[in-house]
């Protein structure tokens, strides 16, 4: 007996009788265990013996059950196999993350001392968090701590980031759906909150996901329950939730952007992470751990940090937080002859700012980069869609096409952001010429 090659043969666990009527269920189970998205498959046979358990077990059997056997053996292995395929999937997902956040909360200054008191504090708690702060601060590294400190550090840690996600998959991948549920729904697929059921779930950029989610959303908060994408049946979860974002959700809430029930929901306890300028103490040591993190992980000899680095280093405005600081070092890294000092000339800082001189203002940039390019006394006014078009252009120049920056700068999130970029590159509909005026009546 052989599985069917259709696409539609799909089963999260089998009961293979050895002897089955048209062949054995050992060919079964070697044909199986050869496919790609292969079921866990339990062996079930009157004539046991240590040898075809063995046998069995060694060609990809899951269990193996001797007849006669009890409705509570059934049980049993009925939950060590969604167990086990629950570890699998969360270590799936895990393994598809490939950034490398680190573990630790660096800084020396008193900012960073009051913010890792009040995580040690929270992390005790199941209590949800509200983490805000600008892009590069180092959120999720805030949410990990609360992750590692707390009780729940031997469940799973699933994140999910919401920005990254097409808007019509994300009720999906936040609840998970059935087979058949929508198109390319070839088979069942548990959701983030359901792969986190007993550990924490993180939500990063909570801000940029739709009304219709909120909704659904905050009854999850509320209720710790859901249904599946096309699904019916109610699933129970026991899941902390976590939320970073990078904008000021009350000021969403207040341009109707953001619900505000979800909002409380979500800020049962918020946490501000700050900016690196409002901490510049910490950039000298954060700069010499990045440093050594660097210079070993690129095979560099490099001494240290020149005193004109330091300042450099220190007077910079950090648009892009401890995130730009890591970057920066690291090219500097690499750009550094071996054996030698980090001297400015190898931070390449982008807008650059003379050490010497921290409080001289910056330098002005050209007009069409700023601001929109006025019209001439006798041209046509603009209309208020070009004129909004040319204010987004502008800013996102002046961030160096860095849209998340841009997104903050405008007050706007990154999804509409991205959805006025995309309209602003699709060429105009042909539109039909105006019908002639229609003459005047004869008198």
Known sequence: ?????????????????????????????????????????????????????????????????????????IDFVLKKAAEYAHLVKVNRLLSQ?????????????????????????????????????????GKELVARTLYRESPRNTGAFITLNCAAVPENLIESEFFGHEKGAFTGALNKREGRFELAHGGTLLLDEISEISPVVQ????RVLQEREFERVGGTRTIKVDVRVLATTNRQLEQSVARKEFRQDLFFRLNVVPIHVPPLRDRREDVAYLARHFLQRFARKHGVRVTGLSDACLQALHHHDWPGNVREL????????????????????????????????????????????????????????????????????????????????????????????????????????????????AAPPAA
Not at 22 to 30: F, Q, S
């Open 326 to 437: 890591q970057n920066v070092i690291e090219r500097a890294v690499i750009l550094c002859d071996d054996s030698a000092v980090l001297e400015p000339d190898h931070l390449t800082l982008t807008p650059p700012r003379p050490s010497d001189t921290p409080s001289a203002p910056p330098p002005p940039s050209p007009a069409p980069a700023q601001d929109p390019v006025a019209p001439a006394p006798d041209a046509p006014p603009l209309t208020l869609g070009e004129l909004e078009r040319q204010h987004i252009l502008a800013v996102l120049a002046r961030c160096q096409n860095n849209r998340t920056q841009a997104a903050r700068l405008l007050d706007i999130s990154i999804r509409t952001l991205r959805n006025k970029l995309h309209e602003y590159n699709r060429p105009p509909a042909p539109s039909a010429a105006p019908p002639p005026l």
């Open 215 to 218: 909704a659904k959303l905050l």
């Open 1 to 73: 007996m052989r599985p069917r090659s259709s696409p539609q043969f799909a089963c999260d666990l089998l009961f293979v009788e050895v002897r089955l009527p048209d062949g054995d269920g050992t060919d079964l189970l070697k044909a199986v265990a050869a496919r790609a998205q292969r079921p866990l498959v339990v062996i079930i046979t009157g004539f046991g013996s240590v040898e075809s358990a063995v046998d069995c077990m060694r060609n990809g059997a899951f269990d193996y059950l001797i007849k006669p056997f009890s409705p509570d053996q």
């Open 97 to 137: 993350d490939p950034e490398d956040t680190g573990s630790e909360l660096l800084g020396q200054s008193p900012a960073m001392e009051k913010l890792r008191t009040l995580l040690r504090r929270v992390a005790r708690t199941d209590a949800t968090v509200l983490i805000q702060g600008e892009s590069g601060t």
